[in-house]
């Protein structure tokens, strides 16, 4: 299911209505934390079991689980594997287990985690327990991989779509990225909760850093930084409005805020995958919400020195490269992004969505075949063993010192491209290494290597059509939160969301976990005046009606 349409409830609603305790492996500590918590604010019977408890507060909790105290217990994969777990959940009555975050067990997947290989063994000894995996992200050899890894190969499979949208899906190449970056924040979400994805996690601290002396509340997170640090980030992230984490890939996996209204990549994502996975963290609410991306040449040629050196297996490289090629292909297509991103996860969409970049503004496209083949030769005739900017150097007819050290002034392609300048000329070699003309030669500090299609290409055997790049503003219509209604207070509005952020702070929850944005929007509008009207709300269970109807009820009274 796509992020944030409901995974959950597929296995807390078996394990309420089951006896004994469903058992959830999940990833991420905080991501336990944060779920346990929303259970409990609900009267749930739920609990984890991971290195943030004591000593003491471990034993309570498996005591609870023995004395069948709980509803769900989450565990963490690494602890699951350990000899005391294993006994106790064979003393324990189970009902079943849920694996979270599924994609991670598969060594195609773009989170590959290898805790969860071992995850096999409790098909040996629970086989009458039910197991169910889930994820937001898993195209069909992922899944393959996923029920092979987890022995549940004859389990049925169920695919809801994978579209969300309310995401407005919008890339476009870097020019000046951190002022990129600046204008796009300032113009439609100066205000706005959201994540900033880099690639390094120098650049993320940088870039967190910059943001702040911006004027922005932000605030950095990758896996290099001190435990305690990360925490808090994270939990400012989800307890305090308008919070911009700037991070790697280290952060946002389930994380489950519901207003976050952009995501921006500051770098190219390796996978489709994890693009998918990552911009799907905003706009959980429904709401209207942005996925921001730049990128250029350098980051593609970054990615591909990363995987050339990776400890992977060479049929691991070759999937982690396919991967990256059809990440470039979504980057640098001409028609619907949309629909290109569904038809990667085998899903079709008729007709070109209307909320994309290339829908709203359809890209120019030009023959770009003469341009191509002779920025080809360059690359052929200079013996492969350059970068772009030097072979842009040899097309334009600049006479460096590198040029004349290795004679390249006296090649047939020395000064042949004068009619396009720098940047065009690295938009074309970006194009086709894009599409797979030309390879990267990692060895080669980014040297340029002509690919077997490029052939037909250079003999005029093929034409190409080619992005034509431009760098003006964007007219399409800004994604913004959509201002109030005429019929609702905004007075009213505020105090709802004052005192739920005091209740929150209180009990040390999310805001969201008390009450979602949309049902304090349904408060102000409908303003109940009794228990009986409150309990008509969306989003109020009779357990939030009795722990937070007449808190909630006072302050639409003091408005009336």
């Known amino acids: 299911m796509p992020t944030g349409r409901g995974k959950s409830l597929c296995y807390q609603i078996p394990a309420l209505a089951m006896r004994g305790c469903g058992v959830v492996i999940s990833p991420l500590i905080a991501l336990m934390q944060d779920q346990v918590d929303a259970l409990r604010v609900v009267d749930v019977n739920a609990s984890f ?12 909790t498996e005591t609870d689980l023995l004395n069948n105290n709980l509803d769900l217990l989450y565990i963490a994969p690494e602890r699951l594997k350990t000899d005391r777990t294993m006994e106790l959940l064979q003393k324990a009555e189970i009902s079943l287990f849920a694996i979270d975050e599924a994609h991670c067990v598969s060594q195609w997947g773009h989170d590959f985690r290898s805790d969860y290989l071992r995850l096999s063994v409790l098909n040996d000894l629970f086989p009458n327990t039910p197991r169910i995996a889930l994820t937001a992200t898993a195209d069909e050899r992922t899944r393959i991989e996923i029920a092979k890894c987890l022995t549940l190969e004859n389990a049925t499979h169920f695919v809801t779509g994978f579209d969300r949208p309310n995401i407005r899906y919008r890339i476009t190449l870097k020019n000046s990225p951190r002022n990129q970056l600046l204008k796009f924040l300032k113009e439609e979400h100066p205000y706005d909760a959201g994540i900033v994805y880099c690639l390094s996690r120098k650049k993320t601290e940088e870039t967190a850093s910059w943001l702040s002396a911006e004027g922005f509340n932000a605030l950095p997170y990758h896996a290099g930084l001190p435990t305690a640090t990360r925490s808090n980030n994270q939990a400012a992230f989800l307890r305090e409005e308008g919070i911009i984490v700037v991070a790697t890939i280290a952060f946002g996996m389930g994380i489950d ?58 049929q691991y490289k070759r999937a982690e490269q396919y991967r990256l090629n059809s990440m470039l292909g979504l980057c640098e297509i001409t028609s619907c992004r949309r629909q290109s991103l569904l038809n990667y996860f085998g899903e079709e969409l008729d007709e070109p969505c209307g909320n994309c970049d290339t ?107 080619l992005r034509k790049d431009t760098h003006k503003a964007s007219k399409s219509k800004q994604v913004r939160q959509k201002p109030l209604a005429d019929n609702i207070n905004p007075e009213l509005f505020e105090a709802l969301r004052a005192r739920r952020t005091k209740l929150a702070t209180q009990q040390g929850v999310p805001p969201y976990v008390i009450f979602h944005d949309k049902t304090l929007l349904e408060i102000a509008e409908y303003m109940p005046q009794d228990m009986a009207q409150f309990s008509q709300i969306n989003g109020v269970g009779d357990s939030k009606l009795e722990k937070y109807g007449e808190e909630f009820l006072t302050v639409v009274q003091d408005a009336s």
């Open 49 to 60: 079991l991971n290195s943030t408890l004591s000593a003491a507060e471990t034993r309570q």
């Open 257 to 314: 805020k519901p207003d976050v209204r952009f995501v921006a990549h500051l770098d190219i994502p390796k996978t489709v995958e994890s693009y998918y996975q990552e911009t799907g963290r905003a706009g959980r609410d429904g709401e209207a919400a942005n996925a921001w991306m730049v990128y250029g040449l350098q980051d593609v040629i970054k990615l591909r020195q990363m995987m050339q050196t990776s400890e992977g297996s060479e």
């Open 359 to 465: 829908c709203l503004e359809p890209v120019i496209t030009w023959d770009g075949t003469e341009a191509a083949q002779k920025a080809l030769s360059a690359a052929y005739r200079t013996g492969q063993r350059f970068g772009a900017n030097h072979l842009i150097d040899v097309l334009e007819g600049n006479s460096t010192a590198k040029v004349n050290q290795f004679g390249h002034d006296k090649l047939p392609t020395f000064g042949i491209g004068t009619e396009l300048n720098g940047n065009g000329w690295r938009s074309v070699f970006r194009q086709l290494v894009a599409r797979g003309y030309l390879t990267v030669d990692v060895e080669g500090y980014g040297a340029l290597l002509l690919d077997e299609q490029a052939r037909p290409l250079l003999r005029g055997e093929q034409k190409i059509e």
